[in-house]
């Protein structure tokens, strides 16, 4: 059985440890959302990527839920002392992921072979691929205290602010023009299935499937999607705030209504199993209920295995 | 009385150590060569400005001669393991300077203000100012074994592959259209006394004498150099290799002959103490005769007030 998983960033990394402890690491190819990188300090980071690419290699730091285990911030605390922008964290051997994406870059190689040469570098068997090689930015239309409306990058909203503005619009700049990475499409088409991980549906599966031709590629075989939403609040991140500026409610039902006429199938936490018969009669999915807080690999293999359940 | 002393990397750094030990430190403004700027990483590299800020800021590095002291390798350890370019050096707390100053460059800030920037947070009370704003780069018309030419950017030459290829042509690209950085041809009006810092006469104090306006600004007072040759063999760095190309001999006579028609006094040391009759004779130049080697703040001072007592 061969699989596509489209995925965010921490929520993904921890559920793609459990899929590849339940299916050989190499049947599923993860396609990453990019609309959240950012260049800082002339540097390209994809912080979707290298969190996928972390988790696979389990080099990711799971306390502090970013960036990797036994990091220093040598670079950072300097920047901070020099008076420049500290705001995005940034570990000594994170930097190196960036220098060398960065490097690879202005010598004109794509993103997608860049992710490649640096899932290789850290011996993950499992292909990841960007979204598109073509620059997809999520900008956030805010209104801040007086009424005034301004754009802000998603990592200056979420990362340099908080997430403290209120949003009132969000725009994947560069979508309409952009196309899937090589492989994409390919992928899909080859798949049997296709996993929506337990990412935010707006900013982080949202611009994956507002590239032309990804969404496109799905139907015809099941769907199946991870809430990222438990007892009505989000694990981690900011969907509590960005689902309704989509028109979703802040629920497990509000998550699986982003994958209406795309999901065929779909996981929530046993906490919200009063929602399943909703889900099932208004979204015509099926539903699997269990423990979706991905508390260890074996916690991510059980909820990868109630998604794979539903085939 | 007021000085201009033009800088290249780390041979300066230690004579302004000694220099400002001589003189109040903001009597002095260093021009600093950014021929050999290099972009890496997405980064944007000063290795002269950086090596002057450090030794100014008694941060540098004594023993490896390049970068800061307490340095960690973290990054660059990385994206060696990564397959990225290692061959440049940078230091965890080195990689701060050029995170912010590529940032503050996408920003819009010229070098120099984000020089004087770099200073400030130094606490370094001797203004720095880079030769130029615009670009300026030193590339290097090799010739392989094979006879074939190839262009290379000076710190490819160097540092990328240690200085072994054969040079047949210097050429500082962009000096043409460049212009004096903000207050240089000011602080050159306004000096008393020109230093030029025992550095690499051809790609160190060339570059920025090879800027339109600064050569001009000087004649009309005292220029002393100091010779960075010592018993015909340069300190550290490439002039043996370098002085060649531009038809000077290897010697601290060769070093003065660089500054022919510019200027008025050198310093060398005294084991070439037998050259000082012909510098005086065939180039008309004061000389004075001391052991120029700079090993500790104390020496340097010492080459420094031999400077001044040319005058």
Same mark, same amino acid.
């Given at each position: 059985m061969k699989?596509? &998983?489209?995925a965010g960033g921490v929520g993904a990394g921890k559920f793609l440890r459990g899929l590849v402890r339940a299916i050989p690491p190499s049947d599923v190819t993860v396609v990453v959302n990019t609309g959240d990188d950012? @260049?800082?300090?002339?540097?390209?980071?994809s912080p979707d990527i290298d969190s996928v690419t972390y988790w696979l290699a389990d080099v990711a730091d799971r306390e502090r839920g970013w960036g990797r285990a036994k990091e220093t911030f040598t670079a950072m605390d300097k920047v901070r002392e020099l008076g420049g922008q500290a705001w995005f964290g940034l570990g000594d051997q994170d930097l190196a992921t960036h220098l060398v994406r960065t490097q690879w870059l202005a010598e004109g190689k794509p993103l997608s072979?860049?992710?490649d040469r640096l899932r290789r570098a850290h011996e993950i068997s499992t292909p990841l691929l960007p979204m598109?090689?073509? #620059?997809?930015?999520?900008?956030?239309?805010?209104?801040?205290d007086e009424g005034m409306e301004h754009y802000q990058p998603f990592q200056m909203y979420w990362v340099g602010h908080g997430g403290r503005?209120?949003?009132? @619009?969000?725009?994947? @700049?560069? &979508?309409d023009?952009?196309?899937? &990475?090589?492989?994409?499409v390919e992928a899909i088409a080859d798949a049997d299935t296709i996993l929506l991980c337990p990412s935010n549906p707006v900013v982080s599966i949202g611009p994956i499937l507002s590239v032309p031709g990804i969404r496109e590629a799905i #139907?015809?075989? #099941?769907?199946?999607?991870?809430?990222?939403?438990v007892a009505g609040a989000p694990l981690a991140g900011m969907a509590?705030?960005?689902?309704p500026v989509a028109g979703l409610e802040v629920s497990a039902f509000g998550a699986a209504s982003a994958y209406k006429d795309l999901a065929t199938g779909f996981v929530i936490d046993e906490r919200d199993e009063a929602l399943a018969t909703r889900i099932e009669g208004e979204l015509g999915m099926r539903v699997a209920v269990t423990d979706t807080i991905m508390s260890d690999d074996a916690a991510a293999e059980r909820v990868a295995r109630a998604a794979l359940e539903l085939l």
């Open positions: 699989l596509v &998983a489209l950012i @260049e800082l300090h002339g540097l390209h980071i072979e860049i992710t598109s090689d073509d #620059p997809v930015r999520t900008w956030m239309l805010e209104v801040d503005c209120h949003v009132k @619009e969000i725009r994947f @700049e560069g &979508a023009d952009a196309t899937p &990475a090589p492989g994409v #139907p015809g075989r #099941p769907v199946i999607g991870v809430s990222p939403i509590d705030k960005l689902m």
